[in-house]
């Protein structure tokens, strides 16, 4: 992929990759996540860079960027016989983009990783229609891709957009499961979602599980085939870091 795409801060975007896995210790995924790489070898956050990064051109850029570092995950995953799905954030203006959908779906012509790819639709503004964005992700669903909503639970994510949109996951927002072992209100409300996850048939990810305390409450309230995501099991690492984690580790 050409990287001579103008972005308005100094530096290279890069992937690092969080590890999930089943509350039964498996290693179910992996979330490549973004880090700009600037000059001098620091790494800046998400929160630190996408203020600075060109808006709608960066985004795009950025996000192909991100795909082409997990399918590079996935291609050596799928060498080494131990697939495995990881996700990319995606905001629904690039995913609905008819020139990114033909693009993915060529990366993905021919690959072995056929449904190990997912995007995670990201709770960003959308200026287009939602018959445009549902086309664009039933293609990619064609092409083997899957669909999660991220952060389900704020700003726009709710029941009826689980509904109408084709998805094949959920990932429930860290600001709901942090602490959800201290507060009943929050418990008896990831409890529902797991239900509903259950039922409507989604994976379901618990995001920024960290606490011993929630960690324990996932494994006691939650199904077993519930994922987790957060420093409880792993912090975001490099793309070299991660192969090595998952090497020594159970694949679903």
Known sequence: MSTDHPFELSGTPIAYFQPQQRLDGTVDGAEALARWERPNGDLLTPDQFLPRVGRERGAATLTRRMCVRALALIAWQTAVGRPLNVSVNAPPDVIADPGFVAWLTHELAGTAGDGSLTLELLETPYHGSER???????????????????????????????????????????????GVSQCGTRARRLARLMHVGQRLGLRTVLEGVEAPDDLAWAHACCPANTVIQGFAVARPMSFSDTRRWIAGRRIH
């Open 132 to 178: 445009r964005l549902v086309r664009a992700l039933e293609r990619l669903r064609e092409a083997g891709v899957r669909i999660a909503i991220d952060d389900f639970g704020t700003q726009a994510s709710t029941m009826r957009r689980v509904r109408r949109l084709p998805i094949d996951e959920w990932k429930i927002a860290r600001e709901l499961v942090h």
